[in-house]
Every structure is written in C-alpha cells, then in structure tokens.
C-alpha cells in the first residue's frame, strides 16, 4: 500500500515533502498505523457521562460507513494520573481494536500488543504480521510524567 511518507522528530510526525512541493510517498502503514491508535475515537455515555467531554476525531463525523469509527479510545487510558495493570491492559486491548481493520481488509493476518514500561513509562510495542515473510514491529511511547 502506498502511504505518506512521515518523519519523525523528538516524538512529533510530520508529513515529509519533496523538493518539488508535492507529499513524499512510501510503502507502507505508518500513517494508517498512527491514526489508527491515536485519532480519538468518541467514547460512549458509560465511559464519559459529560457529552462534551467525550471527544472524537471530526472525520468520523463526515464518513462513517457501517457505523466504523477511525481512532482508538487510548486518550482515555492515557489520561489517568498512575500507571497501573489495569490501565496497561486496556492500552493493550484498545491498541488491538484500533487497527483490527487490518485484519479485517486483509491487510494484515495478525495484530499483536504488548506494553513494555521503560524508567516509569509506558510504550506499546506492535506486531504486525502482513504474511509470512513480512512482520513488522513499531514502538510508541504512550505517554510521559505520569505518576507510578
């Protein structure tokens, strides 16, 4: 899959451009990855009671087919004040269900989770299988100055 090219500085990604003005192109996922995890999918009632608290990621608003959203609900997670197991784990799970369109488009045949905590800080560690021969590993730091 042709996908935009990004680059990354200190933890910021931004869209590469060429010499000539147009977007940098590359195979691969990484912008589909990245929007899948961190675009904020819009939480139910039972998970934030004030609707306007509730978020979301506006393009979700304009193409929704099937009642699919983009994003995940990691903000939720992310947000508590103490890195606990229970937070952890539900990093883990939302990870998974963020991108579980891959399986399902049959982009990828596996998406795999882990969180690994480094000096205090969560980051999630992915791997995705797109066949056999091509596994592909990402690491992202969920987040940092959180409580222990």
């Given at each position: ?14 869209i ?40 979301g990621?506006?393009g ?14 990691m903000?939720?997670h ?10 952890l ?22 998406v ?11 980051n ?9 021969s091509?596994?592909?590993?990402k ?5 940092e100055?959180?409580?222990?």
């Amino acid at each position: 899959m042709i996908d935009l090219k990004l680059t990354e500085t200190d933890g910021i990604y931004d869209i590469s451009y060429g010499d000539d003005g147009d977007f940098e192109m590359e195979d691969g996922f990484d912008t589909a990855i990245l929007m899948s995890l961190f675009c904020e999918r819009r939480a139910l009632k039972d998970e934030v009671p004030d609707a306007i608290r509730r978020r979301g990621w506006v393009g979700n608003a304009f193409y929704n087919p099937g009642g699919f959203e983009n994003g995940s609900k990691m903000w939720i997670h992310t947000e508590q004040g103490r890195v606990t197991n229970v937070v952890l784990n539900a990093i883990k799970n939302t990870s998974v269900s963020g991108l579980y369109w891959m399986t399902l488009d049959n982009i990828a045949k596996s998406v795999e989770s882990n969180i690994e905590v480094i000096s205090g800080v969560p980051n999630l560690k992915l791997k995705i299988e797109y066949s056999p021969s091509k596994v592909e590993e990402k690491f992202f730091s969920v987040w940092e100055n959180t409580g222990t």
